[in-house]
């Protein structure tokens, strides 16, 4: 049964609470696309450079998809983004998108390009404070993951930061299943905005927070979480819940 969270107008908070499964967890495991990061403030400064590298290498000479379609792709792996925005491209330039869209990525962020999402910072340290671990579980790159942590200023937060990148694992799933085992975690909550942070908490006993404010996936996106927020400060009012 879903608990579903919505911000009323005026400021006030309004919940409609069916049965909570919600416990007082051990740990969050955050994703950081769409749940920590707004990701569209440096991928739209991205994306143009990325595919005029591309044109003006002679690797990529079709028509650049919309940024919009490469929006709709974050929560999956890298491999399956380029297959979908760029279905006809050889193997060289896919490889070759992978390395200039981290390069492109860690040098806006360097610049201050990209924007966390209202709240997460306050919300992080205040989770801290109170003795939950905190750990972030990404389909992105470690070095991208890391440089958001890095010049986002969210260092000596977290406990870990794990991404598919970095373990090579196939699927958030297993993802999520190496973090709790390495580090020997019971309970945890799962935290993210696409499916495949709904299917990785469920996957492994997991409750499951679902972000319904990034805006990134289809209706149906978050099907199956335990209970939806709508701003990321909200978590901070579930942990007396639960």
């Not at 040098?107 to 209202?118: F, M």
């Not at 109170?130 to 969210?154: C, M, P, T, W």
């Not at 990034?214 to 979480?225: I, N, Q, V």
Request: net charge negative; charged share 25%; proline share 3%.
């Amino acid at each position: 049964m879903m608990m579903a969270i919505n911000q009323a107008k005026g400021g006030s908070m309004a919940k409609d609470i069916g049965i909570n499964k919600l416990y007082r967890p051990e740990a969050v495991i955050f994703d950081m696309d769409g749940t920590l990061f707004q990701t569209e403030t440096l991928l739209r400064l991205v994306h143009g450079r990325l595919f005029g590298t591309l044109r003006d290498e002679g690797l990529y000479t079709q028509p650049e998809p919309p940024v919009e379609a490469l929006l709709g792709c974050l929560g999956m792996l890298l491999e399956d983004i380029w297959r979908k925005l760029m279905p006809d491209a050889s193997e060289a330039a896919r490889r070759r998108a992978d390395v200039l869209m981290l390069q492109y990525e860690l040098e806006g962020l360097s610049a201050g390009d990209g924007l966390l999402y209202e709240g997460v910072p306050e919300t992080l340290a205040e989770l801290k404070r109170q003795g939950v671990r905190l750990f972030v579980a990404s389909n992105g790159l470690q070095d991208y993951v890391e440089g958001i942590v890095l010049h986002k200023r969210l260092g000596g937060l977290f406990d870990g930061l794990y991404s598919a990148g970095g373990r090579g694992t196939a699927s958030k799933t297993d993802l999520v299943r190496l973090l709790l085992e390495e580090n020997g975690i019971g309970s945890a909550w799962m935290v993210g905005d696409r499916s495949s942070d709904v299917q990785a908490g469920a996957g492994n006993g997991l409750a499951v927070v679902g972000c319904a404010y990034a805006g990134f996936g289809d209706s149906g996106e978050l099907d199956g979480s335990d209970v939806r927020i709508t701003g990321f400060a909200e978590l901070l009012e579930l942990l007396p819940e639960a």
